[in-house]
């Protein structure tokens, strides 16, 4: 197995709204991703096995100094391998890349230890609502 992972790669929509929908535990959908990332994005990680999709994070910006981790997700049999410490760590050289100076993300709680111990990130003060 050799993943690689590709800056603003080139995927199809149908294989990533399942992806999506296998990580996030919901019916695949019919998201139009790509015009989704042009509009709002700096930039996605896309992660390859093989020519297959395995993972995704989406890195949206304010145009300037802050970036923001969105949608990391990864197939089911790939997880637990590094491949999103990879998808993570390529969205931060990127972000880097582009002059940001602070890539925030929010998680739940389970996944702090991934990014947190895993990625690097540190405990903020944020704030928050439900909408």
Known sequence: MTITYEWRGDFDDVSLNALHAEGFGHPPDRTAWRA???RH???WVCAWDDGSLIG???VIWDGGAHAFILDTVVARQHRAQGVGVGLV???TEEARA???E???VD???HLRPFYYDACGFRSTAAGLIAL
């Open 36 to 38: 989704r990332l042009q």
């Open 41 to 43: 994005s700096l930039g």
């Open 56 to 58: 995704f994070v989406n």
């Open 89 to 91: 760590a390529t969205a």
């Open 98 to 100: 582009a002059k940001c």
């Open 102 to 104: 602070w890539l925030h």
């Open 107 to 109: 998680f739940e709680e």
